[in-house]
């Protein structure tokens, strides 16, 4: 029996079709261990270690090449990476655990202390890559955004000197990016996944329309707030299609990071509105990321984010999907706020990084004591055993 303090989380949930086992959820995180693209034996070592979540959401994977930040992330554009992740997804499941492949144009992690906060997911990074970077070169296109509008910031950490984000070529038209997604997920329904979370949040392509100060659109993609969440929304659909409710999205409505945020009156009419929309599409669960400082940006001294209190602004307007509450967020306050009603599940980032036991741990009211390897949590060009500081932390003795 779990301490009375975090029992609540030890019940089950119903997410879409399927029921989780805990209401303690792993969230997305680049691990940077996909060389070429292609997921490994090791990646399937580190899932299957922490295979005690009620749900494991993968590390980002990129619907289509791009010039990510971190080279070595995951694809699920073609046969190869679907018998990769087949492989993956029947292990977990065999360990007794659910597993959503979350989808992205694109990568992001910080090297920092602070990583705890992350999390991540399906993706395409739109302006946040880079036209030198060696997978922007084998797909032979452009940076592209919803508009010519160059974000501030930038590593790439692979490219000589510090070259910063590139003015993107504006999309001609959203609906092929929609389809790169779309066939990501049908390539997912072929792996065995349990559903897809689309990576919605910090300043990538889903984000990067739903923002005003990155989308200047003047056609049916941008201007009003309903124009800009149409890619969105559009996009769900498309992926509810080939998953039905096993469907979920993340979202960070307090930007920061990759040069995001509009005034807060905006963000607020904004996000309440598409929180309402996304409420009726029948998700298995919305993902809300609430403000936490490391994932905030300086720009001239100045934080980018729009701080404010985003389970409080927005949790009214999400009635009918379950809710998972990311951004620091310990068992003991998880719990609490399951308890009260405020939210479904947890999504815990870093801690499942170094702690593959993490639900054991808290079940037994063991610490979260393991040291991170931060030198080791990306690889990198002088990295020897991508092992280290991956698959090599030590469960508790219980």
Do not use: C
């Not at 992205?104 to 992690?109: D, E, I």
């Not at 934080?303 to 003991?332: C, F, M, W």
């Not at 054991?360 to 690889?379: A, C, F, M, S, Y």
């Amino acid at each position: 029996m779990a301490p009375e303090n975090v029992q609540p989380l030890f019940t089950p949930l119903k997410i879409g079709d399927i029921t989780i086992k805990n209401r303690i959820t792993m969230s997305a995180l680049t691990r940077n261990r996909a060389e070429n693209t292609y997921p490994t034996d090791l990646i399937k070592e580190y899932y299957v270690q922490r295979a005690g979540a009620g749900l494991i959401v993968t590390e980002g994977i990129l619907v289509t090449r791009q010039g990510t930040e971190w080279p070595h992330a995951p694809g699920l554009w073609d046969d190869k990476h679907v018998e990769g992740w087949k492989s993956i997804v029947d292990a977990v499941h065999e360990a007794g655990t659910k597993i959503y492949a979350q989808l992205w144009h694109g990568v992001y992690f910080i090297l920092i202390t602070w990583i705890r906060y992350l999390t991540l997911d399906l993706y395409v990074v739109g302006r946040a890559a880079h036209p030198d970077m060696p997978e922007q070169k084998l797909a032979g296109t452009p940076v592209y955004a919803p508009s010519a509008i160059a974000a501030r910031g930038g590593k790439f950490r692979i490219l000589p000197g510090a070259p910063g984000y590139v003015t993107p070529t504006a999309i001609d038209d959203p609906r092929k990016i929609i389809a790169q997604f779309k066939h990501a997920a049908v390539n997912a329904k072929k792996a065995g996944f349990d559903g897809v979370e689309l990576h919605g949040a910090n300043g990538y392509i889903v984000h990067q329309f739903l923002d005003s100060t990155s989308n200047k659109r003047t056609d049916e993609w941008g201007g009003s707030k309903e124009n800009r969440a149409r890619f969105a929304l559009e996009l769900l659909k498309e992926l509810i299609d080939v998953f039905g409710k096993n469907v979920a999205v993340k979202v960070s409505p307090a930007g920061g990071y990759n040069d995001m945020g509009m005034p807060l009156d905006e963000t607020l009419d904004t996000y309440s509105y598409y929180f309402s929309e996304l409420d009726k599409l029948g998700l298995a669960y919305i993902t809300l990321v609430r403000y936490t400082p490391v994932m905030d940006a300086v720009y001239d001294g100045v934080p980018r984010a729009i701080q404010h209190d985003v389970l409080a602004s927005y949790r009214p307007y999400i009635k009918n999907t379950p809710l998972i509450l990311n951004g620091g967020v310990t068992p003991e306050e998880g719990a609490e706020l399951v308890k009260e009603g405020k939210i479904d599940a947890i999504s815990i980032g870093f801690n499942w990084i170094t702690h593959p036991d993490l639900v054991k741990r808290v079940e037994h009211g063991k610490p979260l004591d393991n040291v991170p390897d931060i030198p080791h949590l990306q690889t990198n060009k002088t990295s020897g055993d991508w092992r280290t500081g991956y698959t090599d932390y030590p469960v508790a003795v219980y």
